[in-house]
């Protein structure tokens, strides 16, 4: 639980927060009652990666997410005590994973029927190879988490070490990573191997247990759209914050509606570069950490064309992860039927950077969505950056001071909302927790996280 204590007495301040998606809506919904609270939102709609989106499937209405679909009590602790607080309800969410080579290689996280999709696996000598790998990575890995044989490595280089086949390595852990984190294999080699394995013990992608994963019953708006209702009056949409300046009593916030306007405090709740971009007068120290961390954008294609998905039924899955060739890019294929409970009669996909496009006739919809690139440097930066929090009447929130993920974003706005004065009537869980619901499945891990934040 939380180190944080909260002041007895708070004096009332007057505090903007730059960007509405769960990290400011968070931190303004905590500081609500003891602050003068304004949300900045550039958009015309709050809520970021929370984007539901209406469709008209052959005449039928459909809500559906296309960025944030998934939590889990083990792991987003903050976020389900905040949905229990708001009142949002949720459904099981069937998570599961897939790994499709055109046809040549396909398998799924669905038990043994999904290992086997394709008969000939069994008699597939590097495929069994593959799958002793996954043992072995399983058992070693967390060892040497341990003893502090991963530090200063990245993983590719943590693979080599372990002599793991190239089999494991590309058709099996990269994908993973590379889905888990919206990123390139080749980013994904060069991600920092312990946050990698400590990230795989935390969300127990390791053993044979799971999280029991929930979605938003009609939708993440459902969420956002609580939270807007007890922040009426604290919101402005459409004013897109351009500049900040730091003063000796606060801070000059310049939007695009007139002039300038002074405020006690300032919460960036918005991503790393985009916070650089709006500090005028960043310091050394802010430069470094907030350059430490990039962001890349990614193309997310709302569409109800199958063959983006595995061609046999049997190693379809929640999240599917698809190449047309060994050395071609790759994309990523959430089915929203399995993961939001829709109609199965009506097939429905969010494509993440398709490696080919959808049939334009069976397209819904387009979307861009930036997610934090992760290396060493960045992880070391997450480490120090207290060092700026407050100083000068600004502080930092997102996601991008954690995992990257939903609870991340949340939970970095709490934190900050919390050294404020703010208030969530709820214990405050700082970091990774140990502890909630859990389900048995008789496969070597069930590596569907969070769909694109």
């Known amino acids: ?24 809506l968070g931190a303004a919904w905590a500081l609500r009652k003891v602050h003068d609270v304004t949300l900045f939102e550039k958009r015309d709609r709050l809520g970021g990666h929370a984007n539901t989106v209406d ?11 296309t960025g944030f679909i998934v939590f889990n009590p083990l792991n987003y602790p903050n976020m389900v005590a905040f949905f229990e607080e708001l009142g949002v309800e949720s459904i099981d969410s069937d998570m599961s994973f897939s790994f499709a080579l055109d046809g040549d290689i396909e398998w799924s996280s669905n038990g043994l029927g999904g290992l086997f999709a394709q008969k000939r696996n069994a008699l597939r000598p590097s495929y069994l190879g593959m799958l002793r790998d996954v043992l072995r990575f399983n058992a070693a890995a967390p060892r040497d988490l341990e003893s502090g044989k991963l530090n200063g490595l990245g993983l590719g280089h943590y693979l080599l070490q372990l002599g793991v086949g190239e089999r494991f390595i590309r058709n099996y852990l ?17 991600y920092p191997a312990d946050a990698f ?6 969300h127990r992608l390791m053993n044979m247990s799971r999280p029991l994963w929930r979605t938003v019953k009609g939708g993440s708006r459902e969420y956002v759209n609580k939270i807007a209702a007890d922040l009426e009056g604290h919101i402005r949409m459409a004013e897109p914050a351009t500049r900040i300046e730091r003063q000796a009593q606060g801070v000059s916030i310049q939007t695009d509606s007139g002039s300038p306007e002074h405020f006690d405090e300032v919460i960036l709740a918005c991503h790393s570069n985009q916070s650089l971009a709006l500090l005028g007068d960043a310091d050394t120290s802010e430069q470094e950490l907030l350059a430490a961390i990039p962001y890349s954008p990614n193309r997310a294609v709302l569409h109800r064309d199958p063959s983006l998905c595995p061609k046999r039924a049997g190693a379809r899955a929640a999240w599917n992860y698809c190449r047309d060739d060994a050395d071609g890019p790759a994309s990523v294929t959430y089915d929203m039927n399995r993961l939001q409970g829709i109609d199965p ?13 959808p049939d334009p006739a069976l397209t819904f919809g387009e979307f861009q969505y930036d997610h934090p690139q992760f290396n060493t440097a960045g992880l070391a930066a997450q480490r120090i950056f207290n060092q700026v929090q407050g100083v000068r009447h600004t502080w930092f929130a997102g996601a991008w001071l954690g995992y990257g993920f939903h609870e991340d974003g949340l939970r970095s706005g709490l934190r ?4 404020l004065g703010g208030q969530i009537p709820w214990a405050f869980a700082e970091g990774d927790v140990s502890g909630g619901s859990w389900g048995k499945r008789p496969f070597f891990t ?3 996280l969070v769909a694109a934040e």
């Open 55 to 65: 469709i008209d499937y052959d005449g039928q209405a459909i809500a559906v997410d």
């Open 1 to 24: 639980m939380s180190p944080i204590i909260t002041p007895d007495f708070v004096q009332r301040k007057k505090i903007a927060i730059i960007g509405a998606g769960i990290a400011g």
């Open 446 to 448: 069930d590596p569907a």
């Open 197 to 202: 394995v400590r990230f795989f013990q935390n």
């Open 416 to 419: 900050v909302a919390l050294r």
């Open 345 to 357: 009669a009506k097939p429905l996909f969010v494509t993440l950077n398709p490696h080919r496009a």
């Open 174 to 190: 990269l994908p993973m990573g590379a889905a888990i984190w919206s990123a390139s294999e080749d980013e994904m080699r060069a």
